[in-house]
């Protein structure tokens, strides 16, 4: 797909859409701008069968946009200009970076005075995922994309939320006191992003588990336990177990001695696999059921170190460095 606005047309894979001077006006700040400005555009929309999906997403044809809000510790921090990265995923070119053409497009048609919330990035930051491809595929390369930023995000305690498109969120004069002056800056964490450029991704089409991966970096990587423990809980969700028996302890305590030794390799701190993953069952039980207290025999770890033994679990269960 492909916005001309200079000769004020959208072309897309069927055909070549002529864009109403009315649009135009809207695209262009006019200052005579009037509500029949805002039927033509909407008229315009439905002529190009432009879709909303949820609450962040734009569809035309087998074209996706889905737009996002930087939120976390960068939500007041600046980044200068517009970028584009282009990764592919599952053999799908995706664009990552500043909202396109397209989605500008349909922000001016719906609401113009929001435009340079997008473009000029004059109160938050947006990113935006947009690529074509078949719809069964969509959901797959969608939750990747999300993973794939959020965790450079994460470095700076940040993450990615759904942005309402077509109206700005309600202002809030709360502040926060840690500004996070120790993490890198956006810039640096879009220099990262740009080093996205080119790569190959391969989600094996688990767009359930990746959403759950990306729900993660929404927390601080201390505090991803209960995150960390729903994507252990999904990976074994079909292991058989018995009555009375926890499944995801059957499921990770029964993998081989070999895995369980690489995994501890890279845990280190003499940590022993079996009681850390009996450990880590019964303080989600103990979150979830206060009365649920630690048996006298097992092994208590701290917090940290048993987020970071779910850490390098997942990543050697699913293939993917978190």
Not at 7 to 19: F, Q
Not at 237 to 249: F, L, T, V
């Amino acid at each position: 797909m492909q916005i001309d606005i200079e000769n004020k047309v959208v072309k897309t894979e069927n055909e070549t859409v002529e864009i109403p001077e009315a649009v135009i006006d809207l695209l262009q700040d006019k200052s005579d701008l009037n509500d029949s400005h805002l039927v033509e555009a909407n008229q315009f929309l439905k002529r190009l069968d432009v879709k909303r999906i949820g609450f962040n997403g734009l569809r035309l044809n087998n074209c996706y946009e889905f737009i996002f809000k930087v939120d976390g510790d960068k939500f007041l921090d600046s980044h200068s200009g517009g970028y584009e990265v282009s990764t592919n995923i599952d053999n799908v070119k995706v664009r990552i970076g500043s909202p396109s053409d397209f989605a500008i497009l349909v922000i001016g048609c719906k609401n113009p005075f929001m435009k340079s919330y997008y473009i000029d990035n004059d109160m938050y930051h947006y990113i935006s995922i947009s690529f074509s491809c078949k719809e069964t595929k969509a959901s797959a390369i969608f939750q990747y994309s999300k993973v794939l930023i959020n965790k450079i995000l994460s470095k700076g305690n940040s993450f990615i939320m759904p942005d309402d498109v077509f109206k700005p969120d309600d202002t809030t004069d709360e502040w926060e006191d840690d500004f996070g002056f120790d993490q890198p800056s956006l810039n640096d964490l879009v220099d990262d992003l740009m080093g996205l450029e080119g790569t190959e991704h391969k989600s094996k089409n688990r767009s359930k588990l990746f959403s759950l991966v990306a729900e993660a970096y929404r927390f601080k990587e201390d505090a991803r336990f209960i995150s960390y423990f729903k994507v252990l809980e999904y990976l074994g969700r079909r292991h058989q177990a018995q009555n009375g028996e926890s499944k995801i302890s059957k499921y990770l305590c029964n993998m081989d001695e070999e895995f369980k030794a690489q995994v501890m390799q890279k845990v280190g701190d003499g940590l022993e696999y079996d009681k850390v993953v009996e450990c880590m069952r019964i303080l989600r039980n103990m979150i979830v059921h206060p009365t649920v207290k630690f048996p006298s025999n097992t092994t208590i770890y701290p917090m940290k170190k048993i987020v970071c033994f779910q850490k390098i679990l997942i990543s050697e269960l699913i293939g993917f460095d978190l």
